[in-house]
């Protein structure tokens, strides 16, 4: 981690020892992504850059190369036979293989953009997936792939207010039953 404040004189603010060879980094608010080789996806908490430490791992079973982050999803490029895998990391700590997409060759490079994602395959040149399975999150009211505290919020304001988002269970009113199907969803997550 290099602390680039001063882009003339650029300093190491920290490092950490990845249980393989790091071979690429994504970061996502204070979380770091990284590609380990045979060791497969290691998530570092980098929120003080001097005193990283290790939240989770997961081994993706081939050489990982890549790696990008999209909400509570990370997706790896696997180098041998295995494409990309896609991995839930909305309890960074407990990471879960929840896909993945066979392709004819070595991916060298990949990006998402929303619910797409476009892998540089060796030989096979570009290939572009829709990575947009995943099912609907009822409780992100706030649409930004994430279940958290605004959404909480978002739906404890209508609530209060007893506005038609609120009418959780859809019976016409908003009262204490769609506060606790509400409360169901919200911890449930994507």
């Given at each position: 981690?290099?602390?680039?404040?001063?882009?003339?004189?650029?300093?190491?603010?920290?490092?950490?020892?990845?249980?393989?060879?790091?071979?690429?980094?994504?970061?996502?608010?204070?979380?770091?992504?990284?590609?380990?080789?045979?060791?497969?996806?290691?998530?570092?908490?980098?929120?003080?850059?001097?005193?990283?430490?290790?939240?989770?791992?997961?081994?993706?079973?081939?050489?990982?190369?890549?790696?990008?982050?999209?909400?509570?999803?990370?997706?790896?490029?696997?180098?041998?036979?295995?494409?990309?895998?896609?991995?839930?990391?909305s309890?960074?700590t407990?990471?879960?293989?929840?896909?993945?997409?066979?392709?004819?060759?070595?991916?060298r490079?990949?990006?998402?953009?929303?619910?797409?994602?476009?892998l540089?395959?060796?030989?096979?040149?570009?290939?572009?997936?829709?990575?947009?399975d995943?099912?609907?999150?009822?409780?992100?009211?706030?649409?930004?792939?994430v279940?958290?505290?605004?959404?909480?919020?978002?739906?404890?304001?209508?609530?209060?207010?007893?506005?038609?988002?609120?009418?959780?269970?859809?019976?016409?009113?908003?009262?204490?039953?769609?506060?606790?199907?509400?409360?169901?969803?919200?911890?449930?997550?994507?």
């Open positions: 981690m290099i602390d680039v404040t001063d882009p003339s004189m650029p300093v190491l603010a920290g490092s950490f020892a990845t249980l393989d060879s790091a071979q690429a980094v994504a970061v996502a608010g204070t979380t770091a992504y990284v590609a380990i080789g045979y060791s497969g996806l290691q998530i570092i908490d980098v929120s003080d850059p001097e005193s990283p430490v290790a939240l989770g791992h997961v081994d993706t079973g081939g050489f990982a190369r890549c790696v990008a982050v999209d909400g509570t999803r990370v997706y790896v490029a696997d180098t041998t036979e295995l494409g990309m895998q896609i991995i839930d990391v309890d960074p407990s990471p879960e293989l929840i896909g993945w997409f066979d392709t004819p060759n070595f991916i490079q990949l990006t998402v953009t929303g619910t797409t994602a476009y540089a395959d060796r030989d096979g040149g570009l290939q572009i997936v829709d990575v947009s995943c099912p609907p999150c009822p409780a992100d009211l706030t649409g930004d792939g279940v958290n505290t605004q959404d909480f919020i978002v739906f404890l304001s209508a609530w209060a207010a007893g506005e038609p988002l609120a009418d959780w269970n859809k019976d016409g009113l908003v009262d204490t039953r769609d506060f606790v199907a509400f409360l169901g969803d919200w911890a449930a997550g994507c």
